[in-house]
């Protein structure tokens, strides 16, 4: 079973959990914060999911492309920039497990917790570096390094989080530069003495020009 097809079946209900909206919306408000984006950019959004971020940057940018693995997934952003009328989202299938990846170069490149979901960590961010116009801007939302218990099922899962020194290297082997991070969001799991905190974080990164 493909990443995608796994998400396909979880795509009607994705946005009924309240922490996934307000996830999307803290990285969301960190990327704005952090970079600024104009009305002269085109920005793309790796790993969309059901464009609970792409939405949220829409407004600030001149366009953005959603591209996702997952067809279920699309079809909720689809249903979304019908309902909403916007006429600058763009949605794109692809399938990285065919060695497919998104066509185009854009200002500015987001991904949010898809990090963790993808065995090859180095491929992904020399893609990221092609996919982003000279001095374009990297946004990587993702899980700091955890013990293993975020996820209830692990199918699909590379990563237990990510060490942001280790991804800060990839980046700048990779050639980005002005390499930075923030820690965007915590979420919170589990109720009483159960309760777990899972920092979020932000790490933003230039392409050279």
């Known amino acids: ?42 920005a793309l959004d790796y790993g969309c999911g059901t464009g609970l971020v792409t939405m949220l940057l829409q407004p600030h940018v001149r366009s953005i492309t959603g591209v996702d693995s997952s067809k279920g997934m699309l079809e909720v952003l689809a249903r979304k920039i019908s309902e909403t009328g916007v006429g600058n989202v763009h949605q794109v ?45 990297l946004c990587l939302a993702d899980l700091d390094r955890e013990d293993g218990t975020f996820h209830d099922d692990h199918a699909g899962v590379f990563h237990m989080g990510l060490e942001r020194g280790y991804l800060a290297g990839l980046l700048e082997q990779a050639g980005f530069s002005g390499v930075s991070d923030t820690t965007a969001a915590v979420i919170r799991k589990g109720a009483g003495d159960a309760s777990r905190e899972y920092p979020v974080f932000l790490i933003t990164a230039r392409r050279a020009k």
Request: hydrophobic share 40%; with cysteine; proline share 7%.
């Open 93 to 137: 299938w692809f399938d990285p497990e065919r060695g497919e990846c998104p066509a185009g170069q854009y200002h500015l490149v987001v991904s949010s917790m898809t990090l963790h979901h993808v065995a090859d960590l180095p491929a992904l961010v020399q893609l990221f570096h092609d996919l982003l116009l000279p001095g374009g801007t």
């Open 1 to 42: 079973m493909t990443a995608g097809s796994t998400f396909d079946g979880r795509a009607i209900t994705w946005d009924d959990e309240p922490r996934r909206t307000e996830l999307a919306r803290k990285v969301a408000d960190a990327v704005i914060e952090g970079v600024r984006p104009t009305s002269a950019m085109d």
